[in-house]
């Protein structure tokens, strides 16, 4: 297991594209709303191939992309690009986002994408393209585009817990018989972990704890950067609190959930 990657906050720069612009726009659902930190919200396509370009004014490092709430078919050809030009006959950086299989519940896995082993990365202009054609319109509910990917000094104790949380309605008798239980269609992750970590991590930890302003800004968890999954959301508990047990050892607690992304996308589309 590799140790847990993540992102503050302010490291999620996709909003600061000045020009967001998208290839056969659904209007309804616009391209702003891939960054609005709201993933149930999605944005969409009218076709079931297209880009969506991001303008950032001025050349900008990516270390890492992750797609959150997808309707991408497993296996589909998306890839992620930069260049120093809307021109993208030949873009400087062209790399596939590998779209991994969708859980048994139909809800897709959040892929990501590192690129820190490129040398150069750093372009003004940056594209999201769907080069294969995926059974239905194009759904995106939020885009995290790093433009620094932190991991943790020390990784996340083992014992960590990883949960799926999947609400029903259930009516029982007065006997507590279960007559009838009914999935909500929605579900969301939560992570429950311990880091023993170093002075310089516990430094870490509380940057990023009060760079979220506790739960109040979400941010991007990588559990396992061998497992093509990420978690977009924020702390159960709107504090931080560090036991120093010992010079140079301190330890954290803490419950990371993702934040909800409504219903599952559409069924075809898996």
Known sequence: ?????????????????????????????PSANLVDLNPAKPAKLTTATGNWVFDFTNPTTVDLVALIHHNFQAGLNVRWQGNATDAWGAPSIDQAITIPAYRENDFPNYPFLDITGIGSRTFRFWRLVIVGTNPVVISLGEIVILGTKRTLERNISWGYVDEDDNPIIEHKTDYGVSAAAYSMGTTWRTLRADVRTTDAGATSLISLSRGAFGRARPFLVIPDPLINSALFGKPVEPKLS?????????????IFQELSCGLKPTPSAV
Not at 5 to 18: C, E, F, H, M
Not at 242 to 252: A, H, L, M
């Open 1 to 29: 297991m590799a140790n847990l990657v993540y992102g503050r906050p302010d490291d999620n720069i996709g909003s600061l594209a000045t020009l967001i612009t998208a290839s056969a726009e659904d209007v309804e659902y």
């Open 242 to 254: 560090v036991q120093r047990e010992f010079k140079g050892t301190n330890v954290f607690s803490f």
